[in-house]
């Protein structure tokens, strides 16, 4: 079933929509080389250190890109979330005109600047990596939030995060899609 919006897109947009929604999975193809950046990572955000959090958040999606053999992005780290009366910016995906990618996430809560938990940041990280696989790898431009996309995202993450994976699958009250 298709999310809100989907009745005010074109028909080509609709089109791509239902293309994303079909595709529940992306197989990295080097994710074993790239799990040991997954801590490193999660130590750095408890730290609290931003510039090491962007160089291993640009480590892990250049690593991402590399495996596709795709034009990389640009990785910024910023600090305190934007927010406005409703909710907080985690992350956004942005492409320039001249086509170069940029992938900025929010390492820090809006309300009180507390570091983000680590789940939230990389799959927030992974989420925008997400959006660049469909524009560059996937021809789903304009890249929507569908269901088939949120099933993109947890893929990367349970591939990345092992012990997450095990966990969702030992879940007796989770169920999973056969292309799951």
Known sequence: MPFHYYQRLSAPEQAIYRRSDELHVVKLPNYLALRPIVPELGAALEQGDRRLVQVLAARLVDGITAGFDLPGTTVEVLEIRPKDRRAELHGLY??????????????????????????????TLLHEVCHHLDVALLDLAPSFHTAGFYRRESSLFHQLVPEAARAYARAPYLRRSPAS
């Open 94 to 123: 942005t492409v320039s005109a001249d086509g170069r990618a940029r992938i900025s996430v929010w390492m820090r809560t809006a309300e009180h600047g507390r570091v983000v938990a680590f789940r939230t940041f990389l799959r």
